[in-house]
């Protein structure tokens, strides 16, 4: 397809801009607004509203003649994204946070993408981090050392899934199509952080594509429902993150079985298990898997690092290292080898480090 061709091809593709909101009414009409100012010519935005108490469906009434307003009742993320879905009827749908921000070109960006690969099922591109007021804190997600996943990453998802860079809920569009063979998002399960399942039970539908465009803003106000306000460790937000682990490797582990996939039983990732141990050394009382033991972690974790075929030997004899040293460390340096690995902004020499083995490797 040549590129006068394909331009035509990605500009009649109708891209569904889908805005969550619950309480954010602060943030909401610059949302709605960067929605509406897309380039691309073929855009429609659908707003959910799940049951906000704050002025949010005042400041809705204002744009009811340019987007499709949605009001219910509070059901959390899952519940307000899968009304969403519902309405949708274009060919490709994204995602938005209604606290976080679209760049005018994201949909025009995302379409020429779907557009040159028909078998994509999904693309992310990385975001810029901006504060309550909308101005740039220099940080990007994913972290700039991590490498996003490409193409068929069916075998990665199923042996690390939680170790993939996979974008948070506005990072994301995925093929209406393929989407809807995995909705509606269990409710229960993903009040919140309803991305975890869309993202990785998305990627084992087909082909997948990282853009490294900016083609977002992730808002860090201080009232964000999951995102950790500093780099310390919260054994609240850890916990959750170990729930949210166990739901989605259900998920996968039914979706994969149902689309015939070959998987590694039990499916392990070091980052979940690294928020395991964290958790147990910290506050073993208040640990969610009872069955949990140092030794055990460690020994999956050792199995996990031996799985990661996207790493070098000595990043892999890194990991098991954080483990043992963990397992081992008195309390007070167990929290900060568990704020060293939770939080790249905390070791920036050693994200260097990491970079240049990676890079190594594939040049290898």
Known sequence: MDSRALSSAASDLAVDIVISNYDYGRYLAEAIESALAQTHPCVRVIVVDDGSRDQSRQILRAYEDRV???LKENGGQASALNAGFERCRGDIVMPLDADDLMKPDAASRVAAAFAASPDLV???HRMDVIDSDGRPTGQMKPAPHLPMPQGDVRQAELSFPFDMAWMSTSGNAFRLEALRRILPIPEESYRICADWYLVHLGALLG??????????????HGENNYEPQAPRVDLVFVRENIRLAR???TGLERLSDGLGLERPDPILSLADLANRIVSLRLDPAG???PTDTRSGLVRAAVTAARRRFDAALPMKAMFAGWFVA???????????LAELFLF??????????????????AAG
């Open 68 to 70: 499709e307003v949605v």
């Open 122 to 124: 999904k693309v992310q």
């Open 207 to 220: 082909p997948v594509l990282s853009l490294e465009e900016i083609d977002g803003s992730y808002r860090i």
């Open 247 to 249: 739901a989605t490797t």
């Open 287 to 289: 640990h969610p898997i």
């Open 326 to 336: 963990m397992a081992l460390a008195p309390r007070r340096l167990a929290e900060s």
């Open 344 to 361: 790249p902004q905390r070791r920036p020499s050693l994200n260097r480090l990491l970079t240049r083995i990676r890079t190594s490797r």
